[in-house]
């Protein structure tokens, strides 16, 4: 279905109960959520089922990272679980991001998004040269996210910090997804590199993931009323 929303509220939680707690005191058809590693490893893929049937579209987020006949099965498998979203690590490389996305286009009309994940936001210079990468997250982040177009895939996951130099560079059709989205005031947590709701979208952003901002009010929905009202 068509959603209107940029809001895509992070799920992460210990167990499905938890989870489908604060999914119930969320409205579908105004945000869209996000089942990461510790809720899919804890629960399965029964909550993905969960969470289709209270009416939300789900991005998995997994960060396929392996092997592409591998890492094709996997995406297969999310597309055969109705998700709306999936992605992969842009530095499994070009022949990787290339099967993840035949194996979404195999899905047909139940096909999911394919994007894939440049620099993690926690991620500073310091730490990219600990790791082998000379240059810094920016540089990094538009040379993962160029590959990541040339794959087909449908968009990134990224720092709305880099997103208005990728948005003039890779184009409007090519879907900027941003973590570490911090409404103005609230606590950066352990995100080296966030931005407000306001500023990702003027940027460029098309999708923004916030968790412990909404999770952790004391009215969730108040808090996604606010940010959209932020936005509009």
Not at 130 to 136: N, P, Q, Y
Request: with cysteine; aromatic share 4%; hydrophobic share 45%.
């Amino acid at each position: 279905m068509s959603h209107p929303s940029p809001l895509i509220i992070a799920l992460d939680y210990p167990d499905a109960d938890a989870a489908l707690a604060m999914a119930r005191r969320l409205d579908p058809a105004r945000v869209r959520v996000k089942v990461g590693k510790e809720l899919f490893t804890a629960t399965g893929p029964a909550v993905l089922d969960e969470l289709h049937e209270l009416g939300f579209e789900v991005f998995l987020d997994l960060k396929f990272h392996d092997i592409p006949n591998t890492v094709a099965a996997a995406v297969r498998a999310a597309a055969a679980r109705g998700v709306w979203m999936v992605n992969v690590h842009a530095g499994g490389g070009l022949r990787m991001m290339e099967a993840a996305r035949d194996a979404a286009a195999g899905a047909g009309s139940s096909r999911p998004m394919v994007t894939a994940v440049t620099v993690l936001t926690h991620l500073g210079a310091d730490e990219l040269h600990e790791v082998g990468v000379a240059d810094s997250p920016g540089v990094q982040v538009h040379r993962l996210a160029r590959l990541a177009q040339r794959a087909g895939l449908d968009g990134v996951v990224c720092s709305a910090r880099e997103a208005e130099a990728l948005r003039a560079e890779l184009g409007p059709d090519f879907r900027l997804v941003a973590p570490g989205i911090r409404p103005a005031g609230s606590s950066e947590d352990d995100q080296s590199r966030v931005q407000t709701p306001g500023a990702a979208r003027a940027a460029g952003v098309d999708d923004l993931v916030i968790g412990r901002p909404v999770t952790q009010a004391e009215d969730p929905a108040a808090a996604v009323d606010a940010i959209l009202g932020e936005l509009n």
